[in-house]
């Protein structure tokens, strides 16, 4: 029997990460599904990039950002990397009227997106690859974080 709602499942990823000087540790793990009608999203989640960061040396780790993210080597960063050809505030990751972006924030070695430098602030497509220096971020898509956690 039916009542006319179409009903899905929502999934969140829940995520922990330690900072410790330069290292970072991210653990991540799909939350239970929730049930939510269509066309709502539950009031106490925002919604998230979800990128996998591929840096030279160490194991692929996930990151979820919400809002505007600022990349780059300075510990005032979302995600820092510690590799020279990073400037301190080398790019921001955001949305832009609900369009997950880049921004190269005018960096000296600038940001590729699938292999090519852009120039300001490009759209970003799920599987795309962002260069930063000698690291990657592949875009992996949107999620939900919970609205009171920080990234």
Known sequence: MTYGLEVSVATRWESVALVIGSWAVALWAL???EPMV????????VRTLLFEIRRPGA???RASLRG?????????CTIVFDDSAV??????????????TIE?????NGTLVNGH???????????DR?????????????????RNREH
């Open 38 to 45: 269509r066309g709502q999203e539950p009031q106490s989640a």
């Open 87 to 100: 400037s301190k505030w080398h790019a921001r990751v955001h949305f832009d009227g609900g369009q997950p």
């Open 130 to 146: 962002i260069g930063l220096g000698s690291n990657q971020m592949v875009f992996v898509g949107l999620g939900t974080s919970p």
């Open 68 to 76: 505007d993210a600022l990349l780059g080597r300075s510990r005032d």
């Open 104 to 108: 190269d924030l005018h960096s000296t």
């Open 31 to 33: 939350s239970a599904p």
């Open 117 to 127: 430098r852009i120039e300001g602030t490009v759209p970003v497509r799920r599987g």
């Open 59 to 61: 194991r692929p780790e």
